[in-house]
């Protein structure tokens, strides 16, 4: 049951990471970025997760994936069941685009640019 940004047992929702191994090309640019030195390269060099719960949320992995074989995984108060949130980064800057099950998106721009 949850309960405003906490679960009934008093452990705050997390978004984690979603892994779409089919889209993975094993180049391993989110294991080189990952600041919890979390994901690594599997026998089949997939990506793999070593532990959900240790994850930072920082979302450096689904930022530089240029294949979208990671993306949040968000909490159902987020964004409905079957949600989505992407990145699509740019030179300068990173732009999300939010989408819920019935199809509604959002697009949210940065206030700062980077670079």
Same mark, same amino acid.
């Given at each position: 049951?949850?309960?405003?940004?906490? /679960?009934? =047992?008093?452990?705050?929702?997390?978004?984690?990471?979603?892994?779409?191994?089919?889209?993975?090309i094993g180049c391993g640019?989110?294991?080189?970025?990952?600041?919890?030195?979390?994901?690594?390269? =599997?026998?089949?060099?997939?990506?793999?997760?070593?532990?959900?719960?240790?994850?930072?949320?920082?979302?450096?992995?689904? @930022?530089?994936?240029?294949?979208?074989? /990671?993306?949040? @995984? /968000?909490?159902?108060?987020?964004?409905?069941?079957?949600?989505? /949130?992407?990145?699509?980064?740019?030179?300068?800057?990173?732009?999300?685009?939010?989408?819920?099950?019935?199809g509604r998106v959002e @697009?949210?721009?940065?206030? @700062?640019?980077?670079?």
């Amino acid at each position: 049951m949850l309960a405003g940004n906490k /679960l009934k =047992d008093g452990r705050r929702k997390k978004m984690g990471v979603w892994i779409k191994r089919e889209q993975c090309i094993g180049c391993g640019e989110c294991v080189q970025i990952c600041p919890g030195d979390l994901l690594y390269l =599997d026998q089949e060099e997939k990506v793999s997760i070593r532990s959900s719960r240790e994850c930072w949320q920082c979302m450096a992995c689904v @930022k530089c994936c240029l294949f979208e074989a /990671l993306s949040p @995984k /968000l909490p159902y108060s987020s964004a409905d069941y079957g949600g989505t /949130l992407c990145p699509y980064q740019g030179q300068k800057k990173i732009n999300w685009v939010s989408k819920n099950k019935g199809g509604r998106v959002e @697009k949210y721009f940065p206030t @700062k640019q980077f670079g």
